[in-house]
């Protein structure tokens, strides 16, 4: 079942940067979907944003907008999030999945999540 591995996270003040990168454990040649998740300690996975598999079509999570750009590689159906302005509201493990573009949530019939790369924003 296809999984993502998911690196760039770290430890950052507030207010730095980070670049998250997510890229499929298996090849795949038809075009994905690709969204990053989030989930903070005590909290539930929320969507924070999703591109659409030809990579023109990009949606958000009300409270990373102006901040955060996700982008993809094409032909290798990897996919980043470029992480702007961090707050320590944005503490959590970042993860990579199959996403539903207009409603940031998980694809249906994926499940396979991956370690996830955790990201702390703390002075």
């Known amino acids: 079942q296809l999984q993502f591995v998911e690196s760039g996270g770290g430890l950052v003040q507030p207010g730095g940067s980070l670049r998250l990168s997510c890229t499929p454990s298996e090849f795949r040649r038809d075009l994905l979907q690709i969204g990053w998740f989030r989930q903070a300690p005590g909290k539930e996975r929320e969507g924070v944003s999703c591109?659409?598999?030809?990579?023109?079509?990009?949606n958000y999570a009300d409270s990373v907008k102006g901040r955060f750009t996700i982008s993809r590689d094409i032909n290798k159906n990897t996919a980043y999030l470029q992480m702007n302005s961090l707050e320590p509201e944005d503490t959590a493990v970042y993860y990579c999945?199959?996403?539903?573009?207009?409603?940031?949530?998980?694809?249906?019939?994926?499940?396979?999540w991956g370690q996830g790369t955790q990201v702390t924003v703390s002075s």
């Open positions: 999945g199959l996403c539903v573009l207009s409603t940031l949530t998980t694809a249906r019939g994926f499940g396979s």
């Open positions: 591109i659409g598999d030809s990579g023109r079509r990009k």
